[in-house]
Nanobody, 122 residues
Framework: QVQLVESGGGLVQPGGSLRLSCAAS????????MGWYRQAPGKQRELVAV???????NVADSVKGRFSISRDNAENTVYLQMNSLKPEDTAVYYC????????????????WGQGTQVTVSS
């Protein structure tokens, strides 16, 4: 069973930085795409940034230049470095893994973590 566990959220002042981590577990052979989404109160979940196993990234315009995504394929872990945080970045951040192949060659799609709260406030 594939599981995603996020860490690194918290309360930070405007202009500050946080680094989110998400580790995938469950006899994983490979993961095609890993990424981060967020959902603010009263809003729909939106893409923040995704990265493929080859390192290609897609970053939302709203965070481009402030956030960066990276991953460690050997550890099945994805990171989100968030700099110059703004109050509008306040949301629950969710980790996602898509097209996960296990060592038994089972292929699963669209796994989600439980979410981690990021609050940007003075």
């Amino acid at each position: 069973q594939v599981q995603l566990v996020e860490s690194g959220g918290g309360l930070v002042q405007p202009g500050g930085s946080l680094r989110l981590s998400c580790a995938a577990s469950g006899s994983i052979f490979s993961i095609d795409t890993m990424g981060w989404y967020r959902q603010a109160p009263g809003k729909q979940r939106e893409l923040v940034a995704v990265i493929t196993s080859g390192g290609s990234t897609n970053v939302a315009d709203s965070v481009k230049g402030r956030f960066s995504i990276s991953r460690d394929n050997a550890e099945n872990t994805v990171y989100l470095q968030m700099n110059s945080l703004k109050p509008e970045d306040t949301a629950v951040y969710y980790c996602n893994a898509d097209r996960v192949v296990t060592i038994t060659r089972f292929v699963g799609y669209d796994y989600w973590g439980q979410g981690t709260q990021v609050t940007v406030s003075s």
